[in-house]
């Protein structure tokens, strides 16, 4: 008899569809989900639904009788999902620490939710050796964590040689205050004064979206700079194969697939330096790793970038050999099918 999972979190978020078609794909799971209706816009509503939530996953539960849920993020769905009454819980921690933002005054509350989900967890996934770190320092059970990225799709992320002779950089973020991207066009407005030729398309959508327009408009790089907003998952490997630099500047990550998915396609890759990204990227090596809001830092790095093409070279093709060898879709996600599966044989 097929197996049944329910999902907690936002069904719609790539990483979570990677981990759902997997298991359907692997492991013969059928997956159900049940997410937050309120948006983030409205934080208090949202705050008064996630406090009669248990009552209506444990309606779900009782009507369609999961085998197991599993969850994404310890402080918030992971959480609901040590409430279920599972007898088969997985969660995952999906930023370095889940304890975001710092200064948000449910942070103590964070932490105590976090630290419970993970006491009542029967397996922890940490995409990234960096996630570790965090659950170490706070004591968690460590036999009871998979390190382990979901991985991408090699078949459809594939590398292109690009020999251009000007940067034609690419970034795959969501357009959020996080994620830096008025540092990443005041280096190229640098990059611009200094009369050196580039592209830089943008992908995604978020708040920041005009915001970010009207900038590249007052550095008068509007011409240089593509908003392409939301596109289909599908079009995004002709993107980056249409690029040679890879931009990533955000403040705090866990384990980055859009930083695979460029490295696949031999995109050069420059990103912040911090520990979620400095598990994959060493300095100049196979990439390059820039402080955070340092402009000219950044300028200077990409301008350094282009100049090196042997070292660039050097560089995608490690690259894709460790994505091959560390991040394949199809490994990692038959192993994460087949220990979900070990878990629900021994806790029946």
Same mark, same amino acid.
């Given at each position: 008899m097929k197996r049944k999972i329910l999902f907690l979190g936002e069904s719609y978020r790539a990483d979570a569809i990677t981990w759902m078609k997997g298991l359907k794909e692997f492991g013969d799971f059928e997956i159900i989900t049940w997410e937050l209706q309120t948006s983030n816009n409205y934080r208090f509503k949202r705050i008064i639904e996630y406090l009669f939530s248990p009552l209506s996953i444990r309606k779900i539960i009782k009507k369609e009788k999961p085998d197991m849920v599993i969850a994404e993020r310890t402080t918030s769905y992971g959480f609901l999902a040590t409430l279920s009454g599972s007898k088969t819980i %997985?969660?995952?921690?999906?930023?370095?620490?889940?304890?975001?933002?710092?200064?948000? %005054?449910?942070?103590?509350?964070?932490?105590?939710?976090?630290?419970?989900?993970?006491?009542?967890?029967?397996?922890?996934?940490?995409?990234?050796?960096?996630?570790? /770190?965090?659950?170490?320092? /706070?004591?968690?059970?460590m036999n009871k964590v998979l390190v382990l990225p979901k991985g991408i799709n090699l078949s459809l992320f594939t590398p292109l040689t690009n020999n251009s002779n000007k940067i034609e950089a690419i970034v795959t973020r969501s357009l959020q205050p996080e994620y830096r991207h008025d540092s990443i066009l005041q280096a190229f407005y640098i990059l611009n004064q200094r009369a050196i030729d580039f592209s830089l398309t943008i992908v995604g959508d978020g708040n920041r979206l005009e915001y970010l327009k009207d900038l %590249?408009?007052?550095?008068?790089?509007?011409?240089?700079?593509?908003?392409?907003?939301?596109?289909?998952?599908?079009?995004?490997?002709?993107?980056?194969?249409?690029?040679? $630099?890879?931009?990533?500047?955000? /403040?705090? *990550?866990?384990?980055?697939?859009?930083?695979?998915?460029?490295?696949?396609?031999?995109?050069?890759?420059?990103?912040?330096?911090?520990?979620?990204?400095?598990?994959?990227?060493?300095?100049?090596?196979?990439?390059?790793?820039?402080? $955070?809001?340092?402009?000219?830092?950044?300028?200077?790095?990409?301008?350094?970038?282009? *100049?090196?093409?042997?070292?660039?070279?050097? %560089?995608?093709?490690?690259?894709?050999?460790?994505?091959?060898?560390?991040?394949?879709?199809?490994?990692?996600?038959?192993?994460?099918?087949?220990?979900?599966?070990?878990?629900?044989?021994?806790?029946?």
């Open positions: %997985a969660v995952a921690q999906q930023g370095r620490t889940d304890l975001w933002p710092e200064d948000s %005054a449910l942070y103590p509350f964070k932490k105590f939710i976090q630290k419970y989900a993970f006491k009542k967890a029967h397996l922890i996934h940490a995409w990234g050796s960096a996630m570790t /770190i965090h659950m170490k320092e /706070i004591g968690v059970d %590249a408009k007052k550095m008068q790089i509007e011409n240089k700079v593509i908003f392409t907003g939301r596109i289909p998952n599908t079009e995004l490997p002709k993107l980056l194969q249409q690029a040679n $630099i890879y931009i990533s500047m955000p /403040i705090t *990550e866990g384990v980055s697939a859009s930083l695979f998915e460029a490295m696949a396609c031999n995109c050069f890759p420059v990103v912040s330096d911090i520990p979620g990204n400095q598990s994959w990227i060493k300095h100049r090596e196979n990439g390059q790793l820039i402080t $955070i809001d340092d402009i000219e830092m950044l300028a200077e790095e990409l301008i350094w970038s282009f *100049e090196n093409p042997e070292l660039r070279n050097e %560089a995608i093709i490690r690259n894709r050999k460790f994505v091959e060898e560390n991040a394949n879709y199809y490994i990692n996600m038959n192993i994460i099918a087949e220990k979900y599966h070990e878990l629900l044989d021994i806790l029946k």
